[in-house]
């Protein structure tokens, strides 16, 4: 039976815990994901989901590439070494993802998860961007989740030089020029990250951002169909 309430966000455990137990059924995922919640699997303990007390974000404002990073990319798109799908293999994407180690974590995508994420896929909330080689061979990409407006990262992966970053690009660029969007939610900085520009909120501030962009997306026209 799907979730029917969450706690409060702003009253968590130190780490972020909301809540633990419940269901990956869509309308709890859906909810969650309105409310700046998102699951991630502790060994050992019921399904946890969590609000941390510092939410990472990047601002398209804010996206700055690496002197190396922008190089190879305006050199892919001149030559097209790499091209470029949406939401067209979301299953071997999320399963590539699986198999990517986690330094101390292990895989947080379990077969519970990546089962979960491929019905909200089917449902309009979930998203891939794949990299393709030349002969359409998946090389890398990245998923993740719309909801009113607001995009969640979820991980990448690649077996090619650039291809889950390429990826990313490419994502940010769809989201910008065709969902207008101004911000994607990247839950916790990676060393990547934080080089393309991103930052930490507090989770009042992120909560707030949230509401915002909500509200935003009541008034505005995007289409439903993500591409």
């Known amino acids: 039976m799907p979730i029917k309430k969450f706690p409060d966000p702003r009253n968590s455990s130190p780490e972020g815990i909301i809540a633990l137990g419940g269901d990956l059924h869509p309308d709890s995922l859906l909810l969650a994901y309105r409310n700046g919640i998102f699951p991630w699997p502790i060994e050992g303990l019921p399904l946890a ?4 007390p510092e939410r990472a974000i990047l601002d398209f404002k804010d996206l700055t590439l690496p002197r ?25 994407v999320i399963s590539a993802c699986a198999t990517v180690p986690r330094p101390e974590k292990g895989t947080w995508i379990t077969s519970e998860l990546k089962s979960a994420y491929i019905e909200f ?3 309009g909330y979930a998203h891939s961007v794949e ?13 993740g989740v719309e909801v009113d407006g607001v995009f969640s990262a979820e991980s990448m992966f690649y077996h090619k030089p650039y ?14 020029k065709a969902r207008g969007l101004q911000w994607m939610d990247i839950q916790m900085l ?6 393309l520009g991103a930052k930490e909120l507090a989770r ?17 026209k995007t289409s439903l169909f993500w591409v």
């Open 68 to 92: 190396s990073l922008a190089r190879a990319w305006r050199k892919n798109q001149a030559s097209a070494v790499m091209n470029f799908t949406f939401d067209r293999d979301f299953e071997a």
């Open 204 to 220: 009042s501030e992120f909560l707030k951002l949230l509401k915002r962009t909500q509200k935003a997306q009541v008034r505005s």
């Open 131 to 143: 990299s393709r080689s030349p002969d359409g061979t998946l090389i890398g990409g990245i998923y």
């Open 190 to 195: 990676t060393p990547h990250m934080v080089a």
């Open 49 to 52: 989901w969590f609000c941390p």
């Open 163 to 176: 291809a889950s970053k390429f990826a990313l690009l490419t994502l940010i660029e769809h989201l910008q």
């Open 121 to 123: 896929h089917r449902a």
